[in-house]
């Protein structure tokens, strides 16, 4: 597949995963060379201090590693809305930098959000999804995680029909993106589910994967986060109340970081990673 501009941008959000970059790097670029898309990575990193922006400075590799470092904002969703702000694809695909997401299944997120059909109406977002048929998580996925995915899974039904609406592996057009901007106001990390409710998705297909853990690193997921999605949930009741209603009614909060429509500070930086090498060289 070639597309006559760049085809996709890949978002990797991270804090404190340097331990996993590489190989990330490796597996993404193998995928895209394989399938001929001309991509680049996009990396927003939360200030991490930890050699991610010297890895990605001196990387080397066929596709561009792009380097965002926020010094005064953190938090998932919005260093993904801050990609999406730099991402130069056609197509913005959102993936965790902890290995859980398979690479090599990107392909496939983005043959099924670009194959049209007289059938069917085209995909609007595509999930790397772990409950299709055909998805899966790994045998040490842990119980109490399951159960957590499981409620907050329940929770999220009134929102989205998809069967595994909390992925944080997915695909969309830039337009889709760009024409909900000034809507998207999210808290925690499921930008996902963001999405679907403030795109007014209808049309969200589903690509099974096979969901890993993590072996570098700690998981981020902890009480606060999961207070934070409750939260979420809220404010997506009240936006969709809105809607039936005939307004958009919002909740503001000053704790909220990374909205769309914030410029990026003073003391962020982007560092492009070839750019930097020639510099280093020179």
């Not at 913005?92 to 069917?120: F, G, K, W, Y």
């Not at 109406?121 to 409950?131: D, F, K, N, Q, T």
């Not at 999605?229 to 909740?251: D, N, P």
Request: aromatic share 6%; with cysteine.
């Amino acid at each position: 597949m070639r597309f006559p501009f760049l085809d996709l941008s890949i978002i990797v959000p991270t804090f404190h995963e340097s331990g996993n970059l590489v190989q990330l790097f490796r597996r993404i670029e193998a995928t895209v060379e394989k399938a001929n898309l001309r991509s680049e990575i996009v990396v927003v990193d939360d200030n991490s201090r930890d050699g991610t922006v010297e890895l990605c400075a001196t990387h080397q590799s066929s596709v561009p590693v792009r380097l965002i470092v926020r010094t005064d904002e953190r938090g998932l969703s919005g260093a993904v809305l801050r990609g999406f702000q730099a991402a130069r694809g056609e197509i913005l695909l959102v993936m965790d930098a902890d290995l859980s997401h398979p690479p090599e299944r990107i392909p496939d997120l983005v043959d099924a959000l670009t194959r049209t059909s007289h059938h069917d109406e085209p995909a609007e977002m595509v999930i790397g999804s772990r409950y299709v048929s055909g998805g899966s998580t790994t045998e040490d996925w842990g119980w109490m995680r399951w159960i957590n995915s499981k409620v907050a899974t329940l929770a999220a039904r009134p929102f989205a029909s998809v069967k595994d609406p909390m992925a944080g592996y997915f695909a969309l057009r830039r337009q889709s993106y760009e024409s909900a901007a000034h809507l998207l106001d999210p808290i925690g990390y499921k930008i996902g589910l963001e999405m679907i409710v403030k795109c007014n998705f209808r049309n969200v297909k589903e690509v099974p994967i096979e969901f890993c853990n993590r072996t570098v690193g700690e998981s981020k997921l902890n009480l606060r986060q999961q207070l934070n999605y409750l939260t979420h949930i809220k404010r997506l009741g009240a936006y969709r109340l809105g809607e039936l209603m005939g307004s958009k009614v919002q909740e503001s909060s000053p704790a909220i970081v990374g909205h769309v429509g914030d410029q990026p500070t003073s003391r962020a930086r982007e560092i492009d990673a070839g750019a930097e090498r020639r510099r280093k060289a020179a």
